[in-house]
């Protein structure tokens, strides 16, 4: 058994590489177990690559995630500008939908509110003419509003975060499933497939193959029973300027955001039940978002050129899977504690997820040195071994 080891991080994810990367910047030692064979090969190149504040999260009462992730936000957008642009966003309202001029109207002056009101809060209504000059539908639109969102490479941007933990000492271990980890007085004693290691720590951040892992940890965390919900997006063809927020025939948002010189549609909200890793776009899924676009877009192209899925972790319950809360859980276990294991998680917010986590395991690792200078930490781009999630497709 090898020693020395502060933190073990299970998952190469953007959650777990963040995890990584703050830990090893605070002068931890730190040993990175991934199963794929490169990072962000599941759900964190898998998502609709936006970078936002949560903007329908308004609605169920979520401001605290709303503040903190537009704070994360404006994080990136400055300190890691060759990966998080910024994005124009457009938002129809037409006769008959369930958000009215004023509802929307309202929530983006809450968001603004909630960003400290500065200039990438800004938001103004659109002239009918500007509004559907991309082919919007004109009839029955009542109003149009335009503000500002980022967008990233999420492939990218975790490969990033990753190299950045590296940077700080980190070593990643690919192809390396955890088989078990158990804690006492002293450490955690960590078995992968080809090796072990004793860790004053282990955070585990493994998407959706939490339920798996927790199985595999003594003790385990106290978590709510989880779901695992499925998002679909597509590819169609022809390029949008500017991303829209929409509204489908169900009331849920699907965005259409410009991607490469294609356009993504997504997402869809599916419950699903297997192994993680065997997840696809479902034809009804497929037909779902095509209709959502169709509807407000009816005069371009909806030329399907791939689609992919991507798997959340959600906490379980009678609710519609996009009423519930997004807020990202970690528990924790251990005397002291010596486990923390995240459950859900934005892109977005990545940075204040690894925080709470190196926080709640701090009876274990103690005080992280340096902390006052993470929010000075830049990302730079870095070689991606993942990229855009593999396309299915579309026969």
Avoid at 159 to 167: E, Q
Avoid at 278 to 302: D, H, I, K, Q, T
């Amino acid at each position: 058994m090898s020693d020395g080891v502060d933190l073990v991080v299970v998952g190469a994810g953007i959650q777990g590489a963040g995890i990584a990367w703050l830990a090893a910047a605070s002068g931890h030692r730190v040993l990175v177990l991934e199963r794929m064979p490169a990072p962000a090969l599941g759900t964190s190149s898998r998502s609709t690559k936006l970078v936002h504040g949560g903007l329908r999260y308004l609605e169920t009462g979520q401001w605290r995630l709303v503040r903190e992730a537009l704070r994360e936000r404006a994080w990136l957008l400055r300190q890691a500008p060759a990966l998080v642009r910024r994005l124009p966003m457009r938002i129809p309202v037409y006769a008959g939908m369930r958000r009215r001029p004023w509802q929307i109207r309202a929530g983006l002056a809450l968001y603004a509110l909630l960003g400290g009101l500065g200039p990438d809060l800004r938001f103004c209504s659109l002239p009918a003419a500007e509004a559907t000059a991309e082919g919007l539908a004109g009839d029955g639109l009542c109003a149009a509003f335009a503000y500002l969102e980022a967008q990233t490479d999420d492939a990218a941007l975790t490969t990033a975060v990753l190299a950045a933990a590296t940077a700080h000492g980190a070593r990643v271990l690919h192809e390396a499933a955890l088989r078990s980890a158990a804690a006492d007085r002293d450490g955690v004693v960590v078995r992968w497939r080809g090796g072990e290691v004793r860790a004053r720590a282990l955070a585990v951040a493994a998407g959706p193959w939490t339920a798996q892992v927790l199985r595999r940890l003594d003790p385990a965390p106290a978590l709510p029973p989880l779901e695992l919900v499925q998002g679909t997006h597509l590819l169609l063809a022809g390029r949008l300027d500017a991303g829209y927020y929409l509204e489908a025939a169900d009331g849920r948002a699907v965005f259409a955001l410009p991607w490469g010189g294609e356009t993504l549609v997504g997402t869809t909200e599916t419950p699903y039940a297997g192994d993680p890793a065997a997840c696809r776009p479902l034809p009804a899924e497929v037909a779902y978002l095509r209709a959502a676009f169709g509807r407000r877009f009816p005069r371009r192209p909806a030329e399907v050129l791939g689609a992919f899925a991507g798997l959340r972790v959600l906490p379980g319950g009678d609710a519609p899977a996009f009423r519930r809360p997004r807020e990202t859980l970690v528990g924790l276990a251990g005397r002291p504690v010596r486990i923390a294991v995240v459950a859900g998680g934005k892109l977005t917010t990545f940075r204040a997820t690894a925080r709470r986590v190196l926080a709640g395991l701090a009876p274990a690792l103690g005080p992280p040195p340096g902390a006052a200078a993470l929010e000075r930490l830049r990302l730079e781009p870095a070689p991606v071994t993942a990229g855009l999630a593999p396309l299915a497709p579309m026969g």
